[in-house]
Every structure is written in structure tokens, then in C-alpha cells.
């Protein structure tokens, strides 16, 4: 059942034909960053036209401004020159599907994976759960418009974020490919 197989053949392949890629510099070529989502359907290499060696890609569910996401793009500008900064979310996001007190809810019953029906997930296990997801903001989503300028607003205003480095906000739209701006976020990350 597991993957672990097919991982380590497609790594030995992708190993056998590396060239020069451990030519690479670290700082990223094209001098940009991306806050996206990790939902499996998105490729931001593809979206936006990357190859190995071009951008810091920072991912996480729903692709927040959480604390760690904005850690790494302060790294990204200040120890590697990252010059822009997109955040990218994404229609039909997982995020949209639950709020805190659904996902402390079924934590709290049990650790297994839930299940997703039309009514939104439920608790499917047995137990035991944990009530340690209280203690956790799971930055869900209610609006995508609202949550990227959500995001760019308290990454813009960050007290160790430039206020130079322009920061973009998109929804990129799982049934089409095209990156949709958010207009209102786009403003409000505008460099000064």
C-alpha cells in the first residue's frame, strides 16, 4: 500500500540524469517568492512558468500568512534576495470545507482521517482523539477574495517585512489554470 517504492525508483531516475543541476546557486534566479496552497492539483512550477533553481515555492494548507509562511519569505528576501512575493490561493481549497470548530471537533473524537460527505467531514474513527486542536488556529477559509487579502494585509504589515518588496495576490482557479488577481490585495501589497 505504500508509495515508498515508486518514490525511490522515480528518485533514482531523476538522480541519474541530474547534469548540472548541482550547479544551482541558492538564491533563487528569478528573485521571487510564492505563498500557495499544497492541495495536490496545484503545480506552481507549471502556473507559473518555473523551472529548478527559480523561485522559493513556500507551501501550506490553504497557502496562509501563517507565522512559519512569513518566516520563510523573510529568509527568502533577507538571506537569499527575493525582490516580489506572490500569494496564491485557490478555488474549491479544502480549507473552505470546515471552520476551527469542525476540525477540533473531530480531532477531539479521534485521530483517524475523516470522511467527507455532502454535509461537510465527519468523524469516522474510533478514538481516541486529542484535544490539543484547540490550541491551534487552522486559518480556514470563508471567502478566497478575502482570505488572499487577509494574508497579503498582515504580510505587508509585518514589522519584518520591507516595505519595498511588492507583494501579489491571486486565486488560481482549479478549473481553468489561469491565476486570477485579487485586485483589493494587489493594492494593499503595493510597495512604499
Not at 57 to 86: C, H, M, P, Q
Not at 88 to 97: D, L, R
Not at 126 to 132: A, L, N
Amino acid at each position: 500500500m505504500s508509495v515508498l517504492d515508486e518514490v525511490l525508483a522515480a528518485n533514482a531516475a531523476y538522480a541519474s540524469a541530474f547534469g548540472t543541476k548541482a550547479d544551482l546557486a541558492m538564491p533563487p534566479a528569478r528573485k521571487f517568492a510564492v505563498l500557495t496552497c499544497m492541495d495536490a492539483r496545484l503545480d506552481p512550477a507549471k502556473y507559473a512558468g518555473l523551472r529548478e533553481g527559480d523561485a522559493h515555492v513556500i507551501r501550506n494548507a490553504g497557502g496562509r500568512a501563517s507565522d512559519d509562511a512569513i518566516r520563510s519569505l523573510v529568509i527568502s528576501y533577507k538571506l537569499l534576495g527575493t525582490k516580489e512575493w506572490f500569494v496564491i490561493h485557490h478555488t474549491n481549497c479544502g480549507m473552505e470545507f470546515f471552520t476551527d470548530d469542525v476540525m477540533r471537533g473531530l480531532l477531539g473524537k479521534s485521530l483517524e482521517t475523516a470522511a467527507l460527505g455532502a454535509e461537510g467531514f465527519y468523524d469516522v474513527g474510533t478514538g481516541p482523539g486529542s484535544g490539543e486542536g484547540s490550541y491551534v488556529d487552522w486559518l480556514t477559509i470563508a471567502n478566497q477574495e478575502q482570505s488572499v487579502l487577509a494574508d497579503v494585509t498582515r504580510i505587508r504589515s509585518h514589522p519584518l517585512v520591507p516595505k519595498t518588496i511588492p507583494i501579489y495576490g491571486y486565486i488560481y482557479d482549479v478549473t481553468t489554470g489561469h491565476l486570477v488577481e485579487v485586485p483589493s490585495a494587489t493594492k494593499a501589497g503595493a510597495p512604499s
